[in-house]
């Protein structure tokens, strides 16, 4: 009995929400039926101005954004260019390229999107609060940045050069935009941040084709000082590798008197490349050719007397 009551009411609410699907049915094509087509025409020729502008805008902002592209294509070919008269290094030269065409290019579509409707002071501001809350969080990259592109602008030194830096020196294997890769004398590869680099001074030891050898000895008082001069210059005279060109010659000189030597000075000329065998095969040289004619190197000596107390 129970179960027969159920279904008769699920039999009702069934027929009632068909009737109700029916009746919305009836009023929605009712609707249709009184809908004119003249207001229909009405309704579409209201929008075709508006459709007009717009298409009108649209060609507008296209063709700005294709004369722009054009006009940035051939400012970068002639940036390129530029650059490469002035030997800026690659790296650089890329970077600033694209730095520029990001501004060109932000530029053609402000103009693009001002033709749109949309307000380019609002774009600008948004672009203007995302940058500044990048450069607050960089930072330490961003100095490092700075310093890469003074160094790369100014160059005060080259990949390959040899240079003294921020208490090293080594060779310079890369310069990036942020750091400055080195490599030791001893193979050791260093990263420099270039922010540090740049403030700081550069000793760059290969920047020219020649450089000056000094050679310093020093010689007792009792021996003979003419014979240790001749001696030092003759060496310097006779290696291979001393330039002997105008105001590039050998030259020797008493340099100091010391308190228990003479010092001899010595300076010779070389290419860049020959510096250290210069300077290593001549003071090797000296001290030889000194022991052979008999004139003395001092050095330091601590006499050590020990006195024994006689025991009683």
């Known amino acids: 009995m129970t179960t027969w009551i159920l279904h008769e009411a699920e039999t009702e609410t069934s027929a009632e929400l068909l009737q ?66 002035m030997e800026i290094e690659v790296s650089l030269r890329k970077f600033l390229v694209s ?32 940058g500044v ?16 592109i003074v160094i790369l602008i100014s160059k005060p030194f080259r990949v390959g050069d040899y240079i003294i830096a921020s208490g090293m020196e080594g ?20 990263v420099i941040p270039n922010g540090g680099l740049a403030n700081s001074s550069i000793t760059n030891v290969t920047a ?20 240790a001069k001749d001696i030092l210059l003759r ?3 006779e290696n291979p590798l ?5 105001n590039r010659m050998p030259e020797v000189f008493v340099w100091e008197l010391g308190d228990s030597a003479v010092t001899i000075g010595g300076r010779a000329w070389s290419k860049t490349e020959d510096y250290w065998t210069v300077k290593f095969e001549v003071t090797e040289a000296v001290k030889l050719a000194y022991d052979e004619a008999g004139i003395e190197i001092p050095y330091n000596q601590l006499d050590v007397n020990i006195r024994r107390t006689a025991e009683k």
């Not at 101005?49 to 970068?76: E, V």
């Not at 932000?106 to 672009?127: D, Y």
């Open 20 to 85: 109700e699907t029916v009746a919305v049915a009836q009023e929605v094509a009712q609707d249709i039926q009184n809908l004119k087509p003249n207001v229909m025409l009405e309704t579409i020729k209201s929008w075709i101005p508006g459709l007009m502008g717009f298409g009108y805008r649209l060609l507008i902002a296209i063709i700005i954004f294709l004369i722009g592209s054009r006009i940035i294509s051939l400012i970068k070919k002639l940036l390129n260019k530029t650059f490469e008269k």
């Open 99 to 130: 730095c520029i065409s990001a501004v060109l290019y932000t530029i053609v579509v402000l103009m693009a999107a001002e033709k749109l409707g949309f307000n380019p002071a609002s774009i600008i501001a948004i672009i203007g609060s995302a």
């Open 133 to 148: 809350a990048v450069a607050l969080s960089l930072q330490e990259s961003l100095s490092n940045f700075a310093g890469g």
């Open 171 to 190: 060779t310079v294997m890369n310069i990036g935009l942020i750091y400055t890769k080195m490599l030791t004398v001893d193979n050791k590869m260093t």
């Open 208 to 227: 020219e084709d020649h450089r000056r050898v000094d050679i310093f000895v020093g010689i007792s008082y009792t021996s003979d000082l003419r014979a």
């Open 235 to 237: 060496i310097m005279d």
């Open 242 to 246: 001393v330039l002997h060109e105008e």
